[in-house]
């Protein structure tokens, strides 16, 4: 596609229930992101993939959350036993890649708005 | 830590009007930085990349400076419309992390006709 596709869009589940978000990268965009928008928070990083280097998972809040991405391009960012306070826009971002395109902006997608009952 | 801090908060402007929202930054060893948009709903659209070397940008009715030594942005909006009307946020690529950005929390912006 034409841009960075997220799914689902919006996601509704009960306290302790696992959640997968789905992201499907820029067609060539080798490095990706996700991100964490909390109400009344600024954007916070969770986790970075860059071809087939092990991932940055220093952004991830606790143990629950959990991302792989296959094949290098689709990615799943998966939070076991949700809690309330995981409720937030789950965001995702693919660019050309690191060191070489330090430069090259960051595509968004919509989001997963993620509400935990 | 680098932390990115966006000024006001809230602006409300009559419709024709130019405008100004401001960002700053503590940490000033950065690669880059982004101005995005959000829409209601939506996710970020990346409006204007300032590179550390370049003092701004500009984008249409948009022009974007930058004034690293200091740790500060400005992002001017000149003529507003009704359809600028959005969340614009300031996002720096440090230089300890090249990859991922630090973002304000936004200034949310209404244009009234």
Known sequence: GAGVSQSPSNKVTEKGKDVELRCDPISGHTALYWYR?????????????????????????????????????????TIQRTQQEDSAVYLCASSLGSWAYSNQPQHFGDGTRLSIL | KQEVTQIPAALSVPEGENLVLNCSFTDSAIYNLQWFRQDPGKGL?????????????????????????????????????????????????????????????????????
Request: aromatic fraction near 8%; include cysteine.
């Open chain 2, 45 to 113: 659209t990346s409006l204007l990349l300032i590179q550390s070397s370049q003092r701004e940008q500009t984008s249409g009715r948009l022009n974007a400076s930058l004034d690293k030594s200091s740790g500060r942005s400005t992002l001017y909006i000149a003529a507003s419309q009704p359809g600028d009307s959005a969340t614009y946020l300031c996002a720096v690529r440090s230089g300890g992390s090249n990859y991922k950005l630090t973002f304000g929390k936004g200034t949310l912006l209404t244009v009234n006709p």
């Open chain 1, 37 to 77: 928008q909390s109400l009344g928070q600024g954007l916070e990083f969770l986790i970075y993939f860059q071809g087939n280097s092990a991932p940055d998972k220093s952004g991830l809040p606790s143990d629950r959350f959990s991302a792989e991405r296959t094949g290098g391009s689709v990615s799943t960012l």
